[in-house]
């Protein structure tokens, strides 16, 4: 850090991440568990993102979870790969620079991924209440702007959110209580006020996760009343243990969000903080391709085709 002589407060140049957990001797361990998430993670997205590029994956619903796991292995690789670096080095440092970075692509991917499941539930109530009509209301145009909204709403939120932080002073120390650069920790290190600051990051969480969260339940709960009057008794089963993995998924992702963002500055210890962060930087994305497309029959199909063809050879 370097001292500026005219203000009360140090211009920051880099940033010190503690980390995960205090416990030195288990680095090489949790090393080892999160390498292993972070491999599942990025082999399970890579082969939806493959699979569903076959021919007989042409729907729109293929399409989203082609995007969102674009989006989740973007996620890992934004928060995973420097805290791996971190268990194994002395050297725990981030530049300014790439810690506005990676706050910013954290949150823009994070946010877009909020809007890209309402998209996901609009298309599975369409595909329900609307069957005859679902290849005409869910059309590629519709679908593309879909996820357009999603990015430019997540590039929004980020915008705002990384600009609010960085253009303040850091008053120093430039440790931060944590394994990447976020929100929560960055703001205890400003030297202005930051209740300003926390409203507006209320708001934020009410418009990037509440809002969304409360359309896919209320999306959720109609297709479930629709289901119900479904004659097939295995037909409402396997709907409704479908549901409720992506609920439970949903659930877990949007409160670990809400709960971390809706008090950044205080509300809750920083190793709950960071326990729930890690729900949603590194579990989520490793469960989403399991929960949404690996219980798939035609997705388990292709895969075991593809694997045949590669033994054959």
């Not at 850090?1 to 940033?15: A, Q």
């Not at 809750?268 to 399991?290: C, E, F, Q, R, W």
């Amino acid at each position: 850090m370097e001292k500026v002589g005219r203000s009360n407060h140090t211009t920051v140049t880099s940033f010190i991440l503690l980390g995960l957990f205090k416990h030195p001797e288990l680095q090489i361990l949790f090393f080892f568990m999160f390498l292993l998430i972070y491999t599942i993670t990025i082999i399970g997205n890579s082969l939806i993102i493959i699979v569903t590029v076959h021919s007989s994956f042409y729907t729109p619903m293929y399409f989203f979870l082609r995007v969102l796991s674009f989006v989740d292995i973007s996620t890992s690789l934004v928060v995973v790969p420097k805290m791996l670096m971190n268990f194994l080095s002395q050297d725990k440092s981030i530049s300014y620079t790439g810690c506005a970075a990676q706050m910013y692509f954290l949150i823009f991917l994070a946010a877009a991924e909020s809007y890209l499941l309402v998209a996901m539930a609009y298309d599975r109530y369409v595909a329900i209440f609307s069957p005859l009509r679902y290849t005409i209301v869910m059309n590629r145009r519709v679908c593309l702007t879909l996820v357009l909204l999603s990015f430019l709403t997540g590039n929004f939120v980020s915008v705002v959110q990384t600009a609010w932080v960085f253009k303040s002073p850091f008053c120093g120390p430039n440790k931060i209580n944590y394994f990447f650069c976020d929100i929560s920790p960055l703001i205890i290190l400003l030297c202005t006020e930051t209740s300003l600051y926390e409203l507006q990051a209320m708001i934020t969480t009410i418009l990037a996760v509440f809002i969304p969260f409360s359309v896919i339940v209320l999306s959720y709960i109609f297709i479930i009343s629709r289901i119900l009057t479904t004659p097939s008794a295995n037909g409402r089963y396997k709907t409704f243990r479908t549901c409720s993995s992506h609920l439970t998924v949903l659930m877990i992702y949007y409160g670990s969000g809400s709960l971390i963002y809706l008090k950044p500055k205080f509300g809750y210890p920083h190793d709950v903080k960071k326990v729930l962060a890690l729900v949603y930087t590194t579990v989520t994305p490793m469960l989403n391709p399991i929960i949404y497309s690996l219980r798939n029959k035609d997705v388990d199909r292709i895969l075991r085709t593809m694997v045949r063809k590669v033994r054959e050879r």
